[in-house]
Antibody, heavy 116, light 109 residues
Framework: EVHLVESGGGLVQPGGSLRLSCAASGFTFSSYWMHWVRQAPGKGLVWISRIDPDGSSTDYADSVKGRFTISRDNAKNTLYLQMNSLRAEDTALYYC?????????WGQGTLVTVSS | EIVLTQSPGTLSLSPGERATLSCRASQSVGSRYLAWYQQKPGQAPRLLIYGASNRATGIPDRFSGSGSGTDFTLTISRLDPEDFAVYSCQQYGSSPPITFGQGTRLEIK
């Protein structure tokens, strides 16, 4: 059974950094594109970033480009999102998801709150 | 970037009724790369439909998707109490970026 479990969220001050992790199991992680999607409280889903199976190709939404970095460790079956220069508007629940090319499996999310 | 606009914003219906949700794209969604997701409070999105009309594994046949180009529809033939949730469409044919609609809230009347 496919499982995606995010971790690393928390409360951070504006300008701070966090690294999110997404532990994958139940499938051949190294064969799939993976994505991060976020959802601000009471708002809709917003795509953030994606990475190809071997980590050589990445894409970002304009809102996070230059501040966030997606990466993966296929030996550890783990996806990462390094978030720097965080802003209040980055406050959201962050989900990782597997591409099929639609997003067929999602984690439960990890909450990031940016506030002083 | 393809913008997806869902309507209505909120739909109030009773169990047993038929629900019709709309998703309109600002430009054509290539090869019908349109998906629908269901999301309940405190839960992750759940894939319902992909390729505009294909049900995901385990999705009841009361859920159906249709459409092409810029106009897509999710239909729930007879609403079950567990179907009251937020529904979002997503296009993945022209990416990045992948884009989502703002969601339709389906509530019990």
């Amino acid at each position: 059974e496919v499982h995606l479990v995010e971790s690393g969220g928390g409360l951070v001050q504006p300008g701070g950094s966090l690294r999110l992790s997404c532990a994958a199991s139940g499938f051949t992680f190294s064969s799939y594109w993976m994505h991060w999607v976020r959802q601000a409280p009471g708002k809709g889903l917003v795509w953030i970033s994606r990475i190809d199976p071997d980590g050589s190709s990445t894409d970002y939404a304009d809102s996070v480009k230059g501040r966030f970095t997606i990466s993966r460790d296929n030996a550890k079956n783990t996806l990462y999102l390094q978030m720097n220069s965080l802003r209040a508007e980055d406050t959201a629940l962050y989900y990782c998801a597997r591409q099929q090319p639609f997003l067929d499996y999602w984690g439960q999310g990890t909450l990031v709150t940016v506030s002083s | 970037e393809i913008v997806l606009t869902q309507s209505p914003g909120t739909l109030s219906l009773s169990p047993g009724e038929r629900a019709t949700l709309s998703c309109r794209a600002s430009q054509s969604v290539g090869s019908r790369y349109l998906a629908w997701y269901q999301q309940k409070p405190g839960q992750a999105p759940r894939l319902l439909i992909y390729g505009a009309s294909n049900r995901a594994t385990g999705i009841p046949d009361r859920f159906s998707g249709s459409g092409s180009g810029t106009d897509f529809t999710l239909t729930i033939s007879r609403l079950d109490p567990e179907d009251f949730a937020v529904y979002s469409c997503q296009q993945y044919g022209s990416s990045p970026p992948i884009t989502f609609g703002q969601g339709t809230r389906l509530e019990i009347k």
